[in-house]
């Protein structure tokens, strides 16, 4: 019998295994259809993997390269990265960082000799790599990552002279601009929902006998941002990597209290099985947390097209399931509401609106707003296609980039819990009482940012992402970044404080609104779900920290709004809640840039 040609048949699985990659490299990340696709080109990798196990001796004797291992399990992390998020299961995105950390550990693209298509290779795994460990949230491994890139870069320009790394030089500039601005304040908790943080033991009792006329279950998310020059890294946001964040369970097991990396003297990882080709598959099967829900499924898009934006939102809600409703997060600059942001009553010097008659203009703006009167007795149906978000290179044209709040009128026939981050926010409150089959949860950001330093422009604000959306995924750190307040100020015993007052205030509100029997059917629909009551709850903090900070102008463009209107109790300047921000600003010693009603 002729003894098997073993470089042949691997060379035909690698050539089969990439043909299989290929198909599936451009396929539409959204969409439950597109399963057994990953399925074929995983088992075609896995059995390559298997095969160069098997036969390394003789492969290597033939002159297998040991970066070319390191690619197929490369290949191998991206699948399983892909696949997470197509489906947001954690154990797909654990699975992608056992593969890459083993890659960094064996150290398989760092041969001496290298021609510009490995190199290019290395690089790409880098890049990877950082996203995920991004994504996986190990701070010490991005920046030992960005660390490692950075330098390669740098080797790549001294070696290969006959070749332009400006693209590659703008992902160093990507990563380096991404965790400056998401490490200026320490997160001392995981910005996922843990439930040892985020369950109040007092509402437990309310919260299993609470019932509405219809509960709906939180199943998928759409994320979405556009905006120019903002912080990001490949195609994630900083405020859709937070919102990515904020809708995922936290494990509970061991990996996230692994030790940290061992290191050389010159930063690269110790390994004592560099010759090995063997990967423990089970290990991230080992580090998930069975006793958890499923994480919901998020579609992430990075400046979509209004088109592309409309056609995965069809199909999400065409594939969404009667008892369950969507969350949409929109960030994106708008038009042209911001030429008609309501101007100081006074130009010059003028005294600040009261706050008692501020909260009563806005609470009967909610309040009355769906019977809000036309000349026909009815919303106008230019309302809906007046400001808009703007989803394109240049503004103007034919409106080909503008998402205007008519353009989702035809979603509402599924329940949506609708997030709209931008300075023409207030143009979708439209949507409330328009709807076509489901009333819609609507959460609207300020107009325009509070800053400590009022003469800073939205550029500065931008390079720490959108205050709105830290608010509602960060609280404490948002409230302490939007004074001022730096990494050693307050002390970590004084942030642990901090976190205590507003954990023991969410308590209280959560039993509130669990007991509360004004409560609308809107907000009731949706309160059960963990992930939603938690944004919910961070909507009452900023709300009320907003309402109650010092100004010299209408306080009015620089207040968040929600649709249909939340219960009087857990108004802005409810004695619940006012009292909260007032202890944590005196707590924190930024009392004096606040003003509080003592009603």
Known sequence: ???????????????????????????????????????????????????????????????????????????????????????????FLLESYVFYEAILKRRYFEEEKKDLSARSKELRFYA???????????REMVLHLAEKLRALVEDSKSNFRETNFKEWRLVVQEITRFTKADTSLTYVRPLRYCAMLDSYPASQTYLARFHAKKLFKFRDALLASYHRNEVKYA????????????????????????PPVETKGNGFVVDHTLTSGIIDMKLAADMADPSLPP?????????????????????????????????????????????????????????????????????????????EPHSNGHKSSGDYYNDYLWLGPTRGGSGSNNLYPGDLIPFTRKPLFLIIDSDTSRAFKVLNGAERGEPVALLLSPLKPSLENPSADDTAAAQNGSQFTFFLTAPLQAFCQMLGLSNSDPEPEVYDEAESILSASFSEW????????????????????????????????????????????????????????LPDSVSPVSKAVQSTVERLAEHLGVAKSFHFNKT
């Not at 101007?343 to 019977?371: D, F, H, I, M, W």
């Open 1 to 91: 019998m002729a003894e098997e040609d073993v470089p042949s048949n691997f060379r035909a699985l690698v050539e089969n295994a990439d043909r299989k990659f290929a198909r599936v490299r451009d396929l539409p990340a959204f969409g439950r259809a597109q399963s057994h696709y990953f399925h074929k080109v995983f088992k075609a990798y896995m059995k390559l993997w298997n095969y160069q196990q098997s036969h390394r001796p003789k492969l290597v004797e033939s002159g297998l390269n040991r970066w070319e291992i390191g690619e197929i399990a490369s290949r191998i992390g991206q699948l399983y990265f892909s696949q997470y998020m197509r489906t947001s299961e954690a154990r």
């Open 128 to 138: 990877r790599f950082l996203l995920v460990a991004l994504i996986v949230d190990r």
């Open 235 to 258: 195609e994630v946001t900083l405020d859709t990597y937070r919102m990515m964040q904020c809708l995922e369970w936290e494990p509970s097991g061991s990996f996230y209290q692994k």
């Open 295 to 371: 994480n919901p499924r998020k579609a992430v898009l990075y400046r979509p097209t209004v088109s592309h934006l409309l056609a995965v939102l069809a199909m999400i809600c065409d594939e969404l399931s009667p008892e369950c409703v969507m969350l949409v997060y929109l960030s994106a600059s708008g038009g042209p509401a911001r030429e008609n942001v309501a101007q100081p009553e006074n130009s010059v010097g003028s005294s600040r609106t009261s706050k008692s008659k501020l909260l009563a203009r806005a609470s009967q703006e909610q309040k009355s707003y769906k019977s």
């Open 510 to 565: 959560e039993t509130m609104l669990l007991t509360s029997k004004v409560l609308n059917l809107v907000w009731a629909q949706v309160l059960p779900d963990q992930f939603l009551r938690r944004l919910i709850l961070r909507f009452i903090f900023c709300r009320s920290v907003l309402t109650s900070l010092n100004r010299t102008e209408d306080d009015d463009p620089y207040l968040p709004q929600c649709h249909p209107s």
